[in-house]
């Protein structure tokens, strides 16, 4: 019985293998060796891994709606950090006008 | 360090030529590829101790998820927790794959922590007694990590590499939670001041002796470094860090503990004291300061969890 494969490809030695596409075959072996005709035919992979996709649990689109993004996450985040900029300027303006202040208190 | 009877056959074995010519090609080494013994169990130290300190480095700020001083600054520490003990879960999969000749899995693993039989950081042996400790912990612990994992995301062990970039951005972002918590307080009252200067004054020592003494001469060290395990000595992440993080802190008006501190400027390099390698030696070998405290903790969390790792292990379970 002929069943779907995935196909995930790797580009170059140390890469992540990924999701390229995916063959229609008798079994593991033939769906290889298909995934390598039809992916690395012409693109270079050094290396090909093919899973039946039954055996892929994937995210329903009931649990795409169930992965929170709603609140307020910024803190987790690179751009939640901007403020620090504010933060060093402030900082510095502060030890600028500390310095001065002391200057003109010495003679 | 006498050679095994397996290293001695190794020595002679065709596939080691190949596996170095690979690794001077750059190409990556992965789980199932055949390794020399001694790279595996390199690799293996390496990555159980990075693994064992995401786990330990989680305690000191846990401690202050309770006490954080805003709703903001409560959800950012949770937040870290939380990819600490994700960073921890990734690595301890890595080292699965690699131990796996030797059968051995996470749950043997966090058992070596916990009995004191594994090594991590010496950073997580010390008290975090103020909020201040929190930010130098973010800023500093995190930025020394980030020295030096990002040398490693060039390592010749693929599965770790991948899983490092990841790992890298989120330390990241770490780093800049830190850095905003530290420069709140630098530009806060005297009191506020005094607190930073204490905990940058207690992280200093520790902060040095993160990278390691700074003369390896051990033949471990010079195999690791030639199979691309590792790619830069103790010494050079040292000085990557003090050139990366002193001119800030002197920058934002603040010192740190060593009157011996400077930058050579015809060489670049930093000078710095002596910082009491015996102390490093204590501490690493399990006499640290909260050492069996935070053992102690961990060991607690290990026992009670034990039941949800048996549930999640039985797949056909009943709800
Ligand atoms: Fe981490
Ligand atoms: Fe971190």
Not at chain 2, 92 to 99: C, G, I
Not at chain 2, 153 to 174: D, Q
Request: net charge neutral; proline share 5%.
């Amino acid at each position: 019985m002929l069943e779907v494969y995935e196909v995930f490809g790797q580009k170059a030695s140390g890469e992540p293998h990924m999701h390229v596409g995916s063959v229609l075959a008798g079994d593991r072996e033939l769906a290889y060796v298909l995934a390598k005709e039809c992916f690395a035919r012409r693109e270079e992979y050094v290396s090909l891994w093919v899973v039946a996709r039954r055996h892929v649990r994937k995210t329903s689109p009931e649990d795409a709606q169930m992965i929170p993004h709603t609140t307020d996450r910024r803190y987790r985040l690179g751009e939640g950090y901007r403020i620090s900029v504010e933060r060093w300027r402030a900082l510095q303006a502060r030890r600028r006008a500390e310095a001065a202040a002391r200057d003109g208190a010495e003679p | 360090m006498a050679q095994t009877e397996v290293e001695r056959t190794e020595a002679e074995d065709p596939r080691l030529r190949e596996f170095e010519a690979r690794i001077e090609r750059g190409e990556k080494i992965e789980a199932d590829d055949w390794m020399p013994e001694e790279y595996r169990r390199q690799c293996l130290r390496l990555i159980l101790t990075h693994a064992n300190s995401e786990i330990m480095g989680a305690l000191p700020e846990g401690e202050w998820i309770t006490r954080a001083p805003t709703l903001h600054r409560k959800l950012a520490v949770l937040a870290k927790v939380q990819d600490e003990i994700g960073h921890a879960q990734l690595i301890y999969r890595v080292a699965e794959d690699l131990a796996q000749p030797y059968g051995k899995t996470r749950e043997d693993f966090i058992e070596d922590l916990v009995a004191g039989r594994a090594k991590f950081h010496n950073v997580f042996s010390y008290p975090a007694p103020t909020w201040a400790d929190v930010g130098v912990i973010a800023w500093l612990v995190d930025g020394a990590a980030l020295v030096t994992q990002s040398s490693l995301l060039e390592t010749s062990y693929g599965p770790y590499a991948r899983i490092l970039k990841r790992i890298c951005a989120e330390e990241a972002i770490h780093l800049k939670h830190g850095e905003d918590i530290v420069l709140t307080l630098a530009g806060g009252t005297e009191a506020q001041r005094a607190m930073l200067q204490g905990a940058l004054d207690r992280w200093w020592r520790p902060l040095l002796h993160f990278f390691g003494p700074p003369d390896e001469v051990s033949p471990n060290t010079a195999r690791a470094m030639r199979w691309r395990i590792r790619l830069k000595s103790n010494e050079e992440m040292r000085q990557q860090f003090l050139s990366r993080y002193v001119p800030k802190i002197w920058g934002m008006g603040f010192t740190v503990p060593d009157p011996g501190l400077r930058r050579d400027e015809a060489t670049g390099r930093w000078e710095y004291s002596d910082p009491d390698w015996d102390e490093f030696w204590r501490v690493v070998k399990g006499d640290g300061p909260l050492t069996a405290k935070r053992l102690a903790l961990r060991r607690l969390s290990h026992e009670e969890g034990r039941w949800v790792r048996e549930a999640l292990a039985r797949p056909k379970a009943a709800a």
